[in-house]
C-alpha cells in the first residue's frame, strides 16, 4: 500500500512562486514514474507534469518554462516548482503515482493565485 501527501499549496500573488511536496510512503516509489495533475473548478483534471524513474521529465504547454518537477529518491518525495504563476493556475494539486497495474493518489492541495 502507498500513501501519498502533498504539502505546500497556499495563496499567491501572480507572478509569485510556490513549491509543492508529495510523500510518499511504500518502497516502490524509487521505480515509479510520478506525476503531478490539478484540477480547476469546472474544468476536467489535467496532467501537469510527469518524471519517471530515471528522471526525464514531461509537461503540458501550459507548465513549460514556468514550473520543474524533480524527485528525491532519498527522501521519497516529488517536488513541483511552480514560478511565475497565473491566476488560471488556480486549482486543487494532486500527485499520483502509476507503476505497472498500481495507481495511487493524494488527496491534494489547493493552489490559489489573486491577480
Known amino acids: 500500500q502507498v500513501q501519498l501527501v502533498e504539502s505546500g499549496g497556499g495563496l499567491v500573488q501572480a507572478g509569485g512562486s510556490l513549491r509543492l511536496s508529495c510523500a510518499a510512503s511504500?518502497?516502490?516509489?524509487?521505480?515509479?514514474?510520478m506525476h503531478w495533475y490539478r484540477q480547476a473548478p469546472g474544468k476536467q483534471r489535467e496532467l501537469v507534469a510527469s518524471?519517471?524513474?530515471?528522471?526525464?521529465?514531461d509537461y503540458a504547454d501550459s507548465a513549460k518554462g514556468r514550473f520543474t518537477i524533480s524527485r528525491d529518491n532519498a527522501k521519497n518525495t516529488v517536488y513541483l516548482q511552480m514560478n511565475s504563476l497565473k491566476p488560471e493556475d488556480t486549482a486543487v494539486y494532486s500527485c499520483?503515482?502509476?507503476?505497472?497495474?498500481?495507481?495511487?493518489w493524494g488527496q491534494g492541495t489547493q493552489v490559489t493565485v489573486s491577480s
Open positions: 499520483n503515482l502509476k507503476f505497472l497495474s498500481w495507481e495511487y
Open positions: 511504500g518502497s516502490i516509489f524509487s521505480i515509479a514514474a
Open positions: 518524471i519517471t524513474r530515471g528522471g526525464s521529465t
